[in-house]
C-alpha cells in the first residue's frame, strides 16, 4: 500500500504532468507526415530534468525500501511498476541507453508477467528514437511471438507502424495503423492515429479511403489546428474520377470568408488549386497557387511549397526562365532542415545558370539586328530618346508642381503604366540596353541591399544620400540627360567588328552552355540538341564545332536514334579522325582516361571540395553519389569516396563512419587515400581524434572521448555579477544534476574570470551538460543572455589551456572537435 500511494503514486502524477504539457505544448507540421507518438525535443527534455529526476529519485526510494525479492521473485505487485516509471523518465530526458538498462532489467525480472511485455515496448520504442532499426525490429517480432495482453494491443501495433514509417514502408506501416485503430480507446490517440493513416493513404493516391478517414477524424472534433488540416485534407483528398466536388468547394470558399481563418488563407487556396489541377483547370490552380503564396504571412513553409509547386509546373512544361523566377522565390522562405532542400536548391541553381546564358543569347541577338539594320536601329533608338525625354519633362512638371504644393502627395504613378510597345521586361531590345548600361555602369552585383557601394560595410545615411544627390543637382542644373540623346544608345550596339566579334563570341560560350546544362542538369534532350545543332549551323568553324558534335552524338546513344546518331558519328570520324572523340566512339573504354573528361571531373571535384571546406557535408554526399552517374569510372573516385566517408564522420553515427572507412580502403586498396582512411580508423579504436590543420605554432591540444571533462564560464572582469552566477550555476546543477555532484569553483586568467564546474565522467555527459545549461532559461537565464563564452575542457588540456592563456587557440580547436549544435 506505501509501495503504491506514497512514492510510485506522486511519481505518476508528476510524469502524467510532463506528458501533458508536453503533448499540449506540441505543434504538428501538417505538411509533414505527422508523428504517431510525441515525446519532448532536446530543449524540452533539457528543462524536464528536474521533475523527471524527482521520479526516478522517488521510485528508486520505493525499490530500495520495500522490495520484496525472495529466491528470484519479486512479491510486492508495486515494483515492477516502480522500476517501469523509472525507465520512462530516463527515455523522456533522452537519456535512452540508462532506460534502456531499466527495461532489460523489467524484460527479464517481470518476463511472465505483463510489465515484461510492456517493457518489451518500451525497448522497441527506445531503439526507434536511437535509429537502431534492427534491435527495434527484434523485440517488435518478439512481442508478436509471445503475444500481446490486450492492454498493450494499440500501443504496440502503433509502435510497429511507426517502425515501418521510419523505414519508409507504408504499405506495412497501414496494416499495423489500421489493427492499432481496432483496439484504441483513447480519443485523443484515435484522432492522430486516424490522421496519420489518412496521409499514409493520401500519399498512396488512394483518394477514397483517405477522405473517408479525414472525415472520421472531423467527427472526433479535435483541436482546431487538426480539425482545420483534416478538412484542407480533404479537399487535397478529391478524386477527380468520382466526379464533382461542389460540396467541397463550397466548403473551401465559405472557408476563405470566415474571420478565424485570416492566417490559414494560403492552406485554403492550395487546396482550392490543387482541386483546379485535377480537374484539368490549370489557369485557375496557377491563379489559386499564387493567391496562396501572396496571403502566406506567417507559415513561410506553405508560402515555399506554393511557390515550389508553381516552379515544378513551369519545369515540366518547359517554360525555364517563369520556372526560375518561382525557384528563387521558394528558396527565400524555404527551410533549411527540409528534406528536398538539397535537390531544391541545386536545381536553383541549375536555372540560374541557364537563364542567364538564355538572356545573354537574346540580349546579343538583339544587338546584332540594331548593328545590321538601320532603319530598325533609327526607330528603336528614337522611340527610346522620346521616351527619356518626356520622362525628363514629367520629372520637371512634378518638381515644379510640388515646389507649390509641397504637402501634397504627387506619386500618381502607380507602376503599372505602360508604353504603347508594351511593358519595358518584354520588349528584349529594350531590355537588352538596360541589361547593357548597368553593367557597363556597375557590373556584375549580387542583388542585395546598398549594392552600388563597393564597400557596404560603411554607409553613410539616407539623408546624406539625399542631400549630396539633391547638391549634385543643384550645382549642375544645366547638365543634359544622356539617355535623351541617340549618342548614348549608340554605344552599346556592336557597329564596330571588333564589337561585332565579341558579341559573337558571347553567344557561342552561351549556346554551348546552355547545350551542357540541357543535357547534364536537366535530361532536356530536345532542347539540348536544339541548342548544339544552333551553334554549329551560326557557327561552323568555332572551337565547340567538334565538342558539339560529340554532344549530339551521345544524346542519339539515350534517345535511341539511329539516324541521328549515324550522321554525328560519320561526321567525326570522316572529318577528326585523330580526335580523341573519334577514339572515344570506336573504343568507348577509351573515355575513361580522355583529357576532355578529366578536366571536367577536376573541376567538379574542386567543387566538392570546396563544399567539404565550407562545411556543407550533406551536399557533399550528394554531390558525390551524383559523381558516380555523371563520371562512370573517373579517375579521382577514390577521392570522391573518401571525401564522402569524411562526411559521413560529421553528419551520422560513429559506427556508420568506420563502415564508410572500410569500404573505402575494400573499394581502393591501392589508392593513396587507402592508408589515410586506415590512420582514421586507428585512431577511432584509440579513442583519440587530432585537428588535421594544427599547425606548429599551435599548442597541440588532444581529444580523447573517454577523458573526464570540465565546463568552463569565461566571464570578463567588468561583469561583476560572477557571484551570483555561481549560485545560480549550483542551483541549477542541485535541480538537473543534482545526482551527479558536480562542484562550481573560479579562478582569474589574465581580464578574466572562469567560472568551473567539474568533473564530466566522459564526452557524452560534457556535451549533456553544456546543451542543458545553454537551453536553460529558468535558474541560468541572467547569465545566458549575456552570451559570454562557454568551453569544455579536459584536465590535461585546461593544463596547457591555462598556462599560455591561450583563449583564442582553445576556442578554435573547441570548436573542431565539439559537436555543439
Given at each position: 500500500m506505501v509501495?503504491?500511494?506514497?512514492?510510485?503514486?506522486n511519481a505518476?502524477e508528476?510524469?502524467?504532468?510532463?506528458k501533458?504539457?508536453?503533448e499540449?505544448?506540441?505543434?504538428?507540421d501538417?505538411?509533414?507526415?505527422?508523428?504517431?507518438?510525441?515525446?519532448?525535443n532536446e530543449e524540452?527534455?533539457?528543462?524536464?530534468y528536474?521533475?523527471?529526476?524527482?521520479?526516478v529519485?522517488?521510485?528508486?526510494t520505493?525499490?530500495?525500501?520495500?522490495?520484496?525479492f525472495?529466491?528470484?521473485?519479486?512479491y510486492?505487485k508495486w515494483?515492477?511498476?516502480?522500476?517501469?516509471?523509472m525507465?520512462?523518465?530516463?527515455?523522456?530526458?533522452?537519456?535512452?541507453y540508462?532506460?534502456e538498462?531499466?527495461?532489460?532489467?523489467?524484460?527479464?525480472?517481470?518476463?511472465s508477467?505483463?510489465?515484461?511485455t510492456g517493457?518489451l515496448?518500451?525497448?522497441?520504442?527506445?531503439?526507434l528514437?536511437?535509429?537502431?532499426?534492427?534491435?527495434?525490429?527484434?523485440?517488435l517480432?518478439l512481442?508478436d511471438?509471445r503475444?500481446?495482453?490486450?492492454?498493450?494491443?494499440?500501443d504496440?501495433?502503433?509502435?510497429y507502424?511507426?517502425y515501418?514509417?521510419?523505414?519508409?514502408?507504408?504499405?506495412?506501416?497501414?496494416?499495423r495503423?489500421t489493427?492499432?485503430l481496432?483496439?484504441?480507446?483513447k480519443?485523443?490517440d484515435?484522432?492522430?492515429?486516424?490522421?496519420?493513416l489518412?496521409?499514409l493513404w493520401?500519399?498512396?493516391?488512394?483518394?477514397n479511403?483517405a477522405?473517408?478517414?479525414?472525415?472520421e477524424?472531423i467527427?472526433?472534433k479535435?483541436a482546431y489546428?487538426m480539425m482545420?488540416?483534416?478538412q484542407?485534407?480533404?479537399a487535397?483528398?478529391?478524386n477527380?474520377?468520382v466526379g464533382?466536388q461542389k460540396?467541397?468547394?463550397?466548403?473551401?470558399?465559405?472557408m476563405l470568408?470566415d474571420?478565424?481563418n485570416?492566417e490559414?488563407?494560403?492552406?485554403?487556396?492550395y487546396?482550392?488549386?490543387?482541386?483546379?489541377?485535377?480537374?484539368?483547370?490549370?489557369?485557375?490552380?496557377?491563379?489559386h497557387l499564387?493567391q496562396s503564396?501572396?496571403?502566406?504571412?506567417t507559415?513561410?513553409?506553405?508560402?515555399?511549397l506554393s511557390?515550389?509547386r508553381?516552379?515544378e509546373?513551369?519545369?515540366?512544361?518547359?517554360?525555364?526562365?517563369?520556372s526560375k523566377a518561382y525557384?528563387d522565390?521558394?528558396?527565400?522562405?524555404?527551410?533549411?532542415?527540409y528534406?528536398?532542400?538539397e535537390?531544391?536548391?541545386d536545381?536553383s541553381q541549375?536555372?540560374t545558370r541557364?537563364?542567364?546564358?538564355?538572356?545573354i543569347?537574346?540580349?546579343?541577338?538583339s544587338?546584332q539586328?540594331?548593328?545590321?539594320?538601320?532603319v530598325?536601329?533609327n526607330e528603336?533608338?528614337?522611340?527610346l530618346?522620346?521616351?527619356?525625354?518626356?520622362?525628363?519633362?514629367?520629372k520637371?512638371?512634378?518638381l515644379?508642381?510640388?515646389?507649390f504644393?509641397p504637402?501634397?502627395?504627387g506619386?500618381?504613378?502607380?507602376?503599372?503604366?505602360?508604353e504603347?510597345?508594351?511593358?519595358y521586361?518584354?520588349n528584349?531590345?529594350?531590355?537588352?540596353?538596360?541589361?547593357?548600361?548597368f553593367t557597363?555602369?556597375w557590373?556584375s552585383?549580387k542583388l542585395e541591399?546598398?549594392?552600388?557601394?563597393?564597400?557596404?560595410?560603411?554607409?553613410a545615411?539616407?539623408?546624406d544620400d539625399l542631400?549630396?544627390e539633391?547638391?549634385t543637382?543643384?550645382?549642375?542644373?544645366?547638365?543634359?540627360n544622356?539617355?535623351?540623346?541617340?549618342?548614348?544608345?549608340?554605344?552599346?550596339?556592336?557597329l564596330?567588328?571588333?564589337?561585332?566579334?565579341v558579341?559573337?563570341?558571347?553567344?557561342?560560350e552561351?549556346?554551348y552552355?546552355?547545350?551542357?546544362?540541357?543535357?547534364?542538369?536537366?535530361?532536356?534532350?530536345?532542347?539540348?540538341?536544339?541548342?548544339f545543332?544552333?551553334?554549329?549551323t551560326k557557327?561552323?568553324?568555332?572551337?565547340?564545332?567538334?565538342?558539339?558534335?560529340?554532344?549530339?552524338y551521345r544524346i542519339?546513344?539515350?534517345?535511341?536514334?539511329?539516324?541521328?546518331k549515324?550522321?554525328?558519328?560519320?561526321?567525326?570520324?570522316?572529318?577528326?579522325?585523330?580526335s580523341e572523340?573519334?577514339?572515344?566512339?570506336?573504343d568507348?573504354?577509351?573515355?575513361?582516361v580522355?583529357?576532355e573528361?578529366?578536366?571536367?571531373?577536376d573541376n567538379?571535384?574542386?567543387?566538392v571540395?570546396?563544399?567539404?571546406t565550407?562545411?556543407?557535408?550533406?551536399?557533399?554526399?550528394?554531390r558525390?553519389?551524383k559523381?558516380?552517374?555523371i563520371?562512370?569510372?573517373?579517375?579521382?573516385q577514390?577521392?570522391?569516396?573518401?571525401?564522402a566517408?569524411l562526411?559521413v564522420?560529421h553528419?551520422?553515427?560513429?559506427?556508420?563512419?568506420i563502415?564508410a572507412?572500410?569500404?573505402?580502403?575494400a573499394k581502393?586498396?591501392d589508392?593513396?587515400v587507402?592508408?589515410e582512411?586506415?590512420?582514421?580508423?586507428?585512431l577511432?579504436?584509440?579513442?583519440?581524434?587530432?585537428?588535421?590543420e594544427?599547425?606548429i605554432?599551435?599548442?597541440?591540444?588532444?581529444?580523447?572521448?573517454s577523458?573526464?571533462?570540465?565546463?568552463?564560464?569565461?566571464i570578463?572582469?567588468?561583469?561583476k555579477q560572477?557571484?551570483?552566477?555561481?549560485v545560480d550555476?549550483a542551483?541549477?546543477?542541485?535541480?538537473?544534476?543534482?545526482?551527479k555532484?558536480y562542484?562550481?569553483?573560479n579562478i582569474?586568467?589574465?581580464?578574466?574570470?572562469?567560472?568551473i564546474?567539474?568533473?564530466?565522467?566522459d564526452?557524452?555527459?560534457?556535451?549533456d551538460y553544456?546543451?542543458?545549461?545553454?537551453?536553460?532559461?529558468t535558474?541560468?537565464?541572467?547569465?545566458?543572455t549575456m552570451?559570454?563564452?562557454?568551453?569544455?575542457?579536459?584536465?590535461?588540456?585546461?593544463i596547457?589551456?591555462?598556462?599560455?592563456?591561450?583563449l583564442k587557440?582553445?576556442?578554435k580547436?573547441?570548436?573542431?572537435?565539439?559537436e555543439i549544435?
Amino acid at each position: 500500500m506505501v509501495s503504491r500511494y506514497n512514492g510510485y503514486f506522486n511519481a505518476k502524477e508528476i510524469f502524467k504532468a510532463t506528458k501533458k504539457q508536453i503533448e499540449e505544448g506540441h505543434k504538428d507540421d501538417f505538411s509533414e507526415l505527422i508523428p504517431l507518438f510525441i515525446y519532448p525535443n532536446e530543449e524540452q527534455a533539457k528543462g524536464l530534468y528536474p521533475d523527471m529526476d524527482k521520479i526516478v529519485e522517488k521510485t528508486s526510494t520505493v525499490i530500495d525500501r520495500h522490495s520484496i525479492f525472495i529466491n528470484k521473485k519479486e512479491y510486492n505487485k508495486w515494483i515492477d511498476d516502480n522500476y517501469m516509471l523509472m525507465g520512462k523518465a530516463r527515455f523522456y530526458k533522452q537519456e535512452y541507453y540508462v532506460g534502456e538498462e531499466v527495461f532489460e532489467y523489467v524484460a527479464k525480472a517481470f518476463k511472465s508477467e505483463e510489465a515484461g511485455t510492456g517493457a518489451l515496448v518500451w525497448l522497441a520504442r527506445t531503439h526507434l528514437e536511437l535509429e537502431n532499426f534492427n534491435k527495434a525490429e527484434s523485440y517488435l517480432k518478439l512481442i508478436d511471438e509471445r503475444g500481446i495482453p490486450n492492454q498493450y494491443n494499440s500501443d504496440f501495433n502503433a509502435l510497429y507502424a511507426d517502425y515501418f514509417i521510419k523505414k519508409h514502408n507504408n504499405d506495412e506501416a497501414i496494416k499495423r495503423l489500421t489493427k492499432a485503430l481496432e483496439t484504441t480507446k483513447k480519443k485523443k490517440d484515435k484522432q492522430r492515429f486516424n490522421y496519420v493513416l489518412a496521409q499514409l493513404w493520401l500519399k498512396k493516391k488512394e483518394y477514397n479511403k483517405a477522405s473517408d478517414l479525414f472525415s472520421e477524424v472531423i467527427k472526433l472534433k479535435p483541436a482546431y489546428d487538426m480539425m482545420f488540416n483534416a478538412q484542407i485534407s480533404r479537399a487535397l483528398s478529391f478524386n477527380p474520377e468520382v466526379g464533382d466536388q461542389k460540396d467541397i468547394k463550397k466548403m473551401l470558399t465559405k472557408m476563405l470568408k470566415d474571420g478565424k481563418n485570416k492566417e490559414f488563407l494560403d492552406q485554403i487556396h492550395y487546396a482550392l488549386a490543387d482541386i483546379a489541377f485535377k480537374e484539368k483547370d490549370e489557369s485557375l490552380g496557377i491563379h489559386h497557387l499564387q493567391q496562396s503564396a501572396a496571403l502566406s504571412v506567417t507559415n513561410n513553409k506553405q508560402k515555399a511549397l506554393s511557390y515550389l509547386r508553381l516552379g515544378e509546373l513551369f519545369y515540366d512544361k518547359p517554360l525555364y526562365v517563369e520556372s526560375k523566377a518561382y525557384y528563387d522565390s521558394c528558396l527565400t522562405v524555404l527551410p533549411e532542415d527540409y528534406d528536398r532542400f538539397e535537390s531544391i536548391y541545386d536545381r536553383s541553381q541549375a536555372l540560374t545558370r541557364l537563364v542567364d546564358n538564355i538572356f545573354i543569347v537574346q540580349h546579343e541577338d538583339s544587338m546584332q539586328r540594331l548593328a545590321n539594320d538601320e532603319v530598325y536601329r533609327n526607330e528603336i533608338i528614337d522611340g527610346l530618346v522620346k521616351a527619356a525625354v518626356e520622362e525628363e519633362e514629367r520629372k520637371l512638371a512634378e518638381l515644379e508642381n510640388n515646389q507649390f504644393n509641397p504637402f501634397e502627395n504627387g506619386n500618381t504613378n502607380n507602376g503599372n503604366q505602360t508604353e504603347k510597345g508594351g511593358w519595358y521586361f518584354y520588349n528584349n531590345t529594350t531590355l537588352g540596353f538596360g541589361f547593357t548600361d548597368f553593367t557597363s555602369n556597375w557590373g556584375s552585383r549580387k542583388l542585395e541591399d546598398n549594392w552600388r557601394r563597393s564597400n557596404r560595410e560603411t554607409i553613410a545615411s539616407f539623408d546624406d544620400d539625399l542631400e549630396g544627390e539633391l547638391d549634385t543637382n543643384s550645382n549642375d542644373s544645366t547638365k543634359v540627360n544622356e539617355k535623351t540623346t541617340p549618342e548614348y544608345y549608340l554605344k552599346f550596339i556592336p557597329l564596330t567588328q571588333e564589337k561585332m566579334d565579341v558579341s559573337h563570341n558571347n553567344i557561342i560560350e552561351a549556346l554551348y552552355a546552355l547545350g551542357n546544362i540541357y543535357r547534364e542538369d536537366f535530361q532536356d534532350y530536345n532542347n539540348a540538341t536544339i541548342s548544339f545543332e544552333d551553334l554549329v549551323t551560326k557557327y561552323d568553324t568555332c572551337r565547340y564545332k567538334l565538342p558539339s558534335w560529340y554532344n549530339l552524338y551521345r544524346i542519339s546513344l539515350l534517345i535511341d536514334d539511329d539516324v541521328m546518331k549515324a550522321k554525328y558519328r560519320d561526321l567525326i570520324l570522316n572529318n577528326y579522325p585523330e580526335s580523341e572523340y573519334a577514339r572515344i566512339i570506336e573504343d568507348p573504354s577509351y573515355n575513361k582516361v580522355t583529357r576532355e573528361n578529366r578536366k571536367r571531373v577536376d573541376n567538379y571535384y574542386s567543387i566538392v571540395y570546396s563544399m567539404f571546406t565550407d562545411k556543407r557535408y550533406k551536399k557533399v554526399l550528394i554531390r558525390c553519389e551524383k559523381a558516380k552517374s555523371i563520371f562512370a569510372d573517373n579517375h579521382l573516385q577514390d577521392h570522391f569516396d573518401m571525401l564522402a566517408a569524411l562526411s559521413v564522420g560529421h553528419t551520422l553515427p560513429k559506427d556508420t563512419f568506420i563502415t564508410a572507412l572500410k569500404e573505402v580502403i575494400a573499394k581502393h586498396t591501392d589508392s593513396e587515400v587507402a592508408p589515410e582512411a586506415q590512420r582514421i580508423l586507428d585512431l577511432i579504436k584509440k579513442g583519440v581524434t587530432e585537428n588535421p590543420e594544427t599547425s606548429i605554432t599551435e599548442i597541440p591540444y588532444t581529444h580523447v572521448f573517454s577523458s573526464k571533462f570540465n565546463f568552463i564560464a569565461i566571464i570578463p572582469t567588468k561583469d561583476k555579477q560572477t557571484n551570483k552566477y555561481k549560485v545560480d550555476i549550483a542551483k541549477f546543477n542541485s535541480l538537473s544534476f543534482n545526482e551527479k555532484g558536480y562542484k562550481v569553483s573560479n579562478i582569474m586568467l589574465g581580464k578574466n574570470q572562469l567560472i568551473i564546474v567539474k568533473a564530466m565522467k566522459d564526452y557524452d555527459a560534457a556535451i549533456d551538460y553544456y546543451k542543458a545549461f545553454k537551453l536553460n532559461t529558468t535558474d541560468l537565464n541572467d547569465l545566458n543572455t549575456m552570451k559570454h563564452q562557454y568551453l569544455l575542457i579536459s584536465p590535461d588540456n585546461f593544463i596547457m589551456f591555462y598556462k599560455n592563456k591561450d583563449l583564442k587557440g582553445y576556442q578554435k580547436f573547441f570548436e573542431k572537435n565539439f559537436e555543439i549544435k
